[in-house]
């Protein structure tokens, strides 16, 4: 089950229909332009970039994975994780998964 968070990053384009994509994730299809940024599922990640396809396997639904970033391709993705680690970056001073969830939590 995909959990979305209430203080999730998206990219302009994601931005003016964001029920949109988060129904993409939801399908079992294969949506090639469309990224989801979520918590990482290991301790050595800052954060995991997922293609939407890969969001529906079993393994990942298990899982439960909490969504923190939409982007309509895979270069504004990367640019949605620059921004998120420098916003935690300029609250905390530094950046590590604990102050990830901390920054997503407290937002």
Same mark, same amino acid.
């Given at each position: %089950?995909?959990?979305?968070? !209430?203080? %999730?990053? %998206?990219?302009? !384009? ?8 988060? !129904? ?22 800052? %954060?995991?970039?997922?293609?939407? /396809? ?5 393994? #990942?639904?298990?899982? /439960?994975?909490?969504?923190? /970033? ?5 270069? #504004? ?12 970056? !300029? ?14 939590? #407290? #937002?």
């Amino acid at each position: %089950m995909l959990v979305w968070n !209430k203080r %999730m990053y %998206m990219d302009e !384009k994601v931005s003016k229909h964001p029920s949109k994509y988060k !129904k993409l994730a939801n399908r079992r299809r294969l949506f090639s332009r469309c990224y989801y940024i979520t918590f990482p599922a290991n301790s050595t990640n800052i %954060m995991d970039i997922y293609p939407c /396809g890969e969001l529906w396997f079993k393994y #990942n639904a298990v899982q /439960g994975i909490e969504v923190i /970033g939409i982007a309509s391709c895979e270069e #504004n993705a990367a640019q949605l994780v620059t921004r998120i680690a420098q916003d935690i970056y !300029k609250k905390y001073g530094d950046i590590s998964p604990r102050l990830l969830r901390e920054f997503f939590a #407290n #937002n």
